[in-house]
């Protein structure tokens, strides 16, 4: 008895093709969509800013980001960050460290609390400061007594900042620490390095690129801080307004071109930001 098979016919490259890619419209429709959704709400809010800083000229521009309110909110937004971005660091390190090389109870609890800034919005981060500082707050009247003052002055926005950034180191080291174990470091002990000399010549070049866009992440929320920052900082003009904060008070008192003219430099330092985060990562993947 002779049994007939019928073989179906092997699938060309061409086939395949067609089975595992989306037809020629649905990719230039998808990109088409996404090329329109970025100019519309990317680019040409930034060329809008960079037009109506500059639609008068350069000297316009140049007295209005140095006339003295503008070139006090420059300075204390550049303090901050000078303040801010170390002290994320050395906790950032410190946390992702503790994290991934050692195990220890409370460890799911500590890596919820330290996403807190990230679930909490910054206008209730800024209340919450001044129930604890404020004149009328927890600490108020203590800090009365020594003559302290945290809230409506600089301590309150570097407070603010801090918490509103303590996540964006430890985030980018925390899983890279994890991934890359501990051998290393066991052995570098067991030969007879400290701990810090472990740390330093160990530890630090492995993260030395998540932590370095940690550091630019941290750098660009600092900058950009606004909520909580308008809560505790009282708004005084030449004292305690950051950049964004000043733009804002030149937006609503009509004085428009100045508020483009500082906003250019908080344009530009976002995209020095974006050129450095960009460049990391093209090291980063060149290394690898």
């Given at each position: 008895?002779?049994?007939?098979t019928?073989?179906?016919?092997?699938?060309?490259?061409?086939?395949?093709?067609?089975?595992t890619?989306?037809?020629?419209?649905?990719?230039?429709?998808?990109?088409?969509?996404?090329?329109?959704?970025?100019?519309?709400?990317?680019?040409?809010?930034?060329?809008?800013?960079?037009?109506?800083?500059f639609?008068?000229?350069?000297?316009?521009?140049?007295?209005?980001?140095?006339?003295?309110?503008?070139?006090?909110?420059?300075?204390?937004?550049?303090?901050?960050?000078?303040?801010?971005?170390?002290?994320?660091?050395?906790?950032?390190?410190?946390?992702?460290?503790?994290?991934?090389?050692?195990?220890?109870?409370?460890?799911?609890?500590?890596?919820?609390?330290?996403?807190?800034?990230?679930?909490?919005?910054p206008?209730?981060?800024?209340?919450?400061?001044?129930?604890?500082?404020?004149?009328?707050?927890?600490?108020g009247?203590?800090?009365?007594?020594?003559?302290?003052?945290?809230?409506?002055?600089?301590?309150?926005?570097?407070?603010?900042?801090?918490?509103?950034?303590?996540?964006?180191?430890?985030?980018?080291?925390?899983?890279?620490?994890?991934?890359?174990?501990?051998?290393?470091?066991?052995a570098?002990?067991?030969?007879?390095?400290?701990?810090?000399?472990?740390?330093?010549?160990?530890?630090?070049?492995n993260?030395?690129?998540?932590?370095?866009?940690?550091?630019?992440?941290?750098?660009?929320?600092?900058?950009?801080?606004?909520?909580?920052?308008?809560?505790?900082?009282?708004?005084?003009?030449?004292?305690?307004?950051?950049?964004?904060?000043?733009?804002?008070?030149?937006?609503?008192?009509?004085?428009?071109?100045?508020?483009f003219?500082?906003?250019?430099?908080?344009?530009?330092l976002?995209?020095?930001?974006?050129?450095?985060?960009?460049?990391?990562?093209?090291?980063?993947?060149?290394?690898?």
């Amino acid at each position: 008895m002779t049994t007939l098979t019928h073989s179906a016919p092997l699938a060309t490259g061409s086939d395949w093709q067609r089975a595992t890619e989306e037809p020629a419209w649905v990719r230039r429709t998808l990109t088409g969509i996404a090329l329109t959704f970025l100019a519309l709400f990317l680019v040409l809010p930034l060329l809008v800013v960079l037009y109506g800083a500059f639609e008068q000229g350069l000297s316009v521009w140049l007295a209005a980001v140095t006339e003295p309110d503008a070139a006090a909110a420059i300075r204390l937004t550049l303090l901050v960050v000078l303040l801010v971005v170390p002290a994320n660091v050395i906790f950032g390190v410190a946390i992702a460290w503790a994290i991934a090389k050692f195990e220890f109870r409370g460890k799911p609890l500590l890596l919820s609390i330290i996403d807190m800034p990230f679930a909490i919005s910054p206008v209730v981060v800024g209340l919450i400061f001044v129930i604890l500082f404020g004149s009328q707050g927890w600490l108020g009247d203590w800090l009365s007594a020594h003559e302290l003052r945290i809230i409506f002055a600089v301590p309150g926005i570097v407070l603010v900042i801090t918490f509103g950034t303590l996540p964006f180191v430890a985030r980018e080291l925390i899983p890279l620490m994890q991934q890359q174990g501990k051998q290393e470091e066991e052995a570098s002990l067991t030969l007879g390095a400290s701990g810090l000399k472990t740390f330093w010549y160990v530890t630090l070049p492995n993260i030395k690129w998540g932590l370095i866009y940690g550091i630019i992440l941290c750098n660009a929320r600092a900058m950009g801080e606004f909520g909580a920052v308008a809560i505790v900082s009282g708004r005084i003009r030449g004292e305690t307004n950051t950049m964004p904060l000043h733009i804002e008070v030149l937006y609503n008192e009509y004085m428009f071109t100045a508020a483009f003219a500082v906003s250019s430099i908080l344009t530009g330092l976002a995209l020095v930001t974006i050129a450095l985060k960009s460049g990391v990562e093209w090291l980063e993947q060149r290394n690898h």
